[in-house]
Structure formats: structure tokens, C-alpha cells
């Protein structure tokens, strides 16, 4: 069964600085999705980027970058020029490209990001 | 809108009285599941549907039930809830296809005492 383990349940970052949270994971299977949700105190899970594993080109969204090590199965999510807005709970979570079950999104425990003025 | 809905946003309860938390979806999506998150634990799979009459259970289906009688509609049945239950819910759909993207609902805080 896919794992998926984020060892910084806690980051702090100055405003305007960058910081990176960790991702990594567990598959024996050689195509998949990775994602960042973010979830900020209003609950609301928003997706903050996606990356296809047979992708070798690392995801970009404006701020939001990946670094994708798939041999080191690893999914690190930078974020630059932090903003206030940024403060929020952190998802990396995997799944399958297959339908039924295997499609269902594994979330791992989450890393709070907190952004000091 | 595309969105996903859950009703109610916040409710509860007392040990033993039943409850239902209802969950739609206007994108058409055929593929429907039911989170909880705990601090610490993340988001864990409840129970998931692939279509209309067709579920199956996920990572903590224990105390839950749930139904799809329609493709809009996929409620969250409490039986007999019990404090242990006490959590934030999720109703997520996704039709399916690449680029399959999940959407989630807004949540839906349950307390039990």
C-alpha cells in the first residue's frame, strides 16, 4: 500500500522569505499524481499544485514550485516571497492513476506553515 | 458554480442519536468519497462511491454508512455516533477522467458528547 510522510508537522517562515516543506512517499508503482492541498483556517481544502510522475519537468505555479525526486521518491514544495495569506495547513498526498479504489487520493499528515510579519 | 455541498456546516450531538451529513455535487462526477480529519492524522478515507449504487468502504469505515441512490447525492450516515467521532468531514467528488482533479466540499465540523 502507497504511504505518504511529511516530517515537519511545524514550519515558520519570515514574510517575503522562502521555505520548503518536505514530502515523501511510498510506491511500487511507476505512474501517479502527486498534489499540494492547502488548507487555511477556514477549512476549505484548496489544491495548490499537481505533478504527473511520467513529468519529469518539475510543477510551477506563480509561487508555488515543486522539486519531484522520483528515484528518491520525494516531493518538496517550495514557496517563495511568503505572504500572511500563505499561514495554512499543508497536504502532500498521492494517488494512483487508476479508477476504483486505487484512484483514491492518501493524504499525509500535514505541515502547519506559519508566515511571521 | 461547480462546487461541492455539505449540510450541515457545524452540528452536535449527543452519544447514540442518529445523524446524517449530506453531501452534493453539480459537476456530474461519478467518483464520490467521505474524509475525516484529525489533528496529527490527516485526512483518512471514510467510505468512497464510484457511481450510483456502487460503494465501498475506505481506511476508517467503522460507525459509518453511507449511500448513492442518485450521482448528485452521496450522504454520511452516523447510526450511533460516539465521542470518538468527534472530527471535521469532508465530502470530496471527481469524474474520473485525466485531469481527474478532486474537488472537496467545504466541511462539516461534528462534535459528540
Known amino acids: 500500500a502507497q504511504t505518504v510522510t511529511q516530517s515537519q508537522p511545524e514550519m515558520s517562515v519570515q514574510e517575503a522569505e522562502t521555505v520548503t516543506l518536505s514530502c515523501t512517499y511510498d510506491?511500487?508503482?511507476?505512474?501517479?499524481?502527486l498534489f499540494w492541498y492547502k488548507q487555511p483556517p477556514s477549512r476549505q481544502m484548496i489544491l495548490v499544485i499537481r505533478?504527473?510522475?511520467?513529468?519529469?519537468q518539475n510543477a510551477t505555479e506563480n509561487r508555488f514550485s515543486v522539486n519531484f525526486q522520483k528515484a528518491a521518491k520525494s516531493f518538496s514544495l517550495k514557496i517563495s516571497d511568503s505572504q500572511l495569506g500563505d499561514a495554512a495547513m499543508y497536504f502532500c498526498?498521492?494517488?494512483?492513476?487508476?479508477?476504483?479504489?486505487?484512484?483514491?487520493?492518501?493524504f499525509g499528515k500535514g505541515t502547519k506553515l506559519s508566515v511571521k510579519p | 458554480e461547480a462546487q461541492v455541498t455539505q449540510n450541515p456546516r457545524y452540528l452536535i450531538t449527543v452519544t447514540g442519536k442518529k445523524l446524517t451529513v449530506t453531501c452534493s455535487q453539480n459537476?456530474?462526477?461519478?467518483?464520490m468519497s467521505w474524509y475525516r480529519q484529525d489533528p496529527g492524522l490527516g485526512l483518512r478515507q471514510i467510505y468512497y462511491?464510484?457511481?450510483?449504487?456502487?460503494?465501498d468502504k475506505g481506511d476508517v469505515p467503522e460507525g459509518y454508512k453511507v449511500s448513492r441512490k442518485e450521482k448528485r447525492n452521496f450522504p454520511l450516515i452516523l447510526e450511533s455516533p460516539s465521542p470518538n467521532q468527534t472530527s471535521l468531514y469532508f465530502c470530496?467528488?471527481?469524474?474520473?477522467?485525466?485531469?481527474?482533479?478532486?474537488?472537496f466540499g467545504p466541511g462539516t465540523r461534528l462534535t459528540v458528547t
Open positions: 470530496a467528488s471527481r469524474i474520473g477522467v485525466p485531469p481527474d482533479e478532486q474537488y
Open positions: 510506491t511500487s508503482e511507476s505512474d501517479y499524481y
Open positions: 505533478q504527473e510522475a511520467y513529468k519529469q
Open positions: 498526498a498521492y494517488r494512483s492513476p487508476y479508477g476504483g479504489s486505487q484512484g483514491n487520493l492518501i
Open positions: 459537476m456530474n462526477h461519478e467518483y
Open positions: 462511491s464510484m457511481n450510483v449504487e456502487v460503494t
